[in-house]
């Protein structure tokens, strides 16, 4: 079996890399993925799926089988923006090939997988016709870089889709991944009482309340304690803002913003715990809340979410992980497993359904959101091969 489905995976080699080269292409920031989707829905009913459309969201979503045991793949196709001060080998929407390698915004983070999983199931369908014995969706999840897990946080709640496994196609170089740290935003808002500068002393200065709230955060940023094989989380003052009501008066508000990362261990209880114990500290009558990541959807619809990702992470012994290192000797000859950097759509999946995930994709996270972006395209190859085979080796496994 494994010897079929990796001969006509290196069959579909042009058809792979011209197909990637096109996804590069078409440009697909963050809400404005109408045309990618269409593109993708469109190539997917050609490719033999079973099923192809988008969904209320505007995710892409193709499906080919009807097996009992369910499994995802997701891939986000929109991609962060191009700014004037990027420096690129060649333009970034060009899709140009040199050297066996693909440049472009998207290359790395992350389109190849797209590419990958649709050119597997094109080959799965032609083997298998229908007498697949898994049902396998192929997500295309829009505004990822906006709101990591709402795509498929909505295909999970709105759209009565609930896999069993879960594979994301964010880069891993060809490494078997298995979590990542999570992370939240919070606010921190201290108020005063306003007075005139000229008579200060009648006033409460907010800004001055703050004080050792920002002195005791970056000493908390320092003391927190890896967790293999996530590392260290951290805590960062993202922004701070205060009001006055004018420049020659003491300043009744002051706000900032947090971005915390977490490792094991760490959640949005005990993040909030340890804010709270420093304010109790210092006697500080501060409020400490979770904003919400609000936005709208190339189809239209809105969406609110808390500003909190969880953290997650599966152990080398968990069958998924088992699965996927085994797929990855028999698809690139090698298995090595790491954990992400950055966060993914696995906060919705793992983070907040429990649903096991992995991930597997070609090219270093390091190069993403960067003008470096770069693809190996044989790594493609050799990724797609991994996909046409995890499947089976997911079912051998329960
Ligand atoms: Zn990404």
């Known amino acids: 079996m494994k010897s079929e489905l990796f001969k006509k995976v290196d069959a579909e080699k042009g058809n792979l890399f011209s197909l990637i080269q096109r996804l590069i292409q078409i440009k697909s920031y963050s809400g404005d993925e109408k045309e990618i989707v269409e593109y993708i829905v469109l190539r997917m009913k050609e490719f033999g799926f079973d099923e192809a459309y988008h969904d209320g969201f505007g995710n892409a979503i193709g499906k080919i089988g009807n097996g009992p045991i369910k499994i995802m793949y997701d891939a986000h196709i929109d991609t962060v923006k191009v700014t004037e001060t990027e420096n690129w ?19 790395v983070d992350e389109k190849p997988a797209m590419a990958g999983f649709m050119i597997a199931c094109k080959v799965l369908k032609e083997i298998y016709g229908d007498d697949l014995p898994f049902t396998l969706y192929v997500v295309g999840s829009v505004l990822e870089e906006d709101a990591d897990g709402y795509p ?14 879960v594979v994301l196609g964010e880069p891993t170089d060809l490494k078997v991944y298995r979590g990542q740290r999570g992370r939240m935003e919070l606010k921190i808002t201290t108020t005063g009482k ?14 001055y309340k703050m004080q050792p709230v920002l002195e005791e955060i970056e000493k908390l940023d320092r003391r927190l304690k890896p967790k293999q094989p996530l590392g260290k989380g951290s805590i960062t003052v993202s922004q701070i803002i205060s009001k006055a009501p004018s420049l020659c008066s003491v300043s009744d508000y002051c706000q900032i913003h947090l971005d915390r990362r977490m490792t094991i261990g760490e959640n949005k209880t005990t993040v909030v715990k340890e804010l709270k114990e420093i304010l109790k500290k210092y006697k500080i009558d501060a409020k400490v809340s979770i904003p919400n990541v609000e936005g709208l959807s190339w189809k239209g619809r809105k969406f609110c979410q808390e500003a909190y990702f969880p953290t997650w992470v599966y152990d080398e012994k968990h069958s998924i992980v088992d699965a996927a290192m085994k797929t990855s000797k028999a698809a690139i000859g090698k298995a090595k497993s790491g954990v992400w950097s950055f966060s993914t759509n696995g906060v919705a999946t793992a983070g907040h359904f429990g649903i ?12 993403s959101h960067s003008s470096k972006e770069v693809l190996v395209l044989n790594d493609l190859l050799k990724a797609t091969k991994f996909y046409s085979l995890f499947p089976f080796n997911i079912l051998s496994g329960k």
């Not at 500068?197 to 800004?207: C, L, R, S, T, V």
């Not at 096991?356 to 996270?365: K, N, Q």
């Open 89 to 107: 080998i060649h333009p970034p929407f060009e899709g140009k090939i040199e050297n066996g390698k693909l440049y472009g915004r998207g290359a």
């Open 194 to 207: 306003s007075a005139h500068g000229a008579h200060n002393h009648k006033g409460i200065n907010a800004i």
């Open 152 to 165: 498929l946080f909505h295909i999970i709640q709105n759209e009565g889709i609930r896999p069993d496994f």
């Open 356 to 367: 096991p995930t992995i991930g597997f994709a070609p090219s270093d996270e390091g190069l």
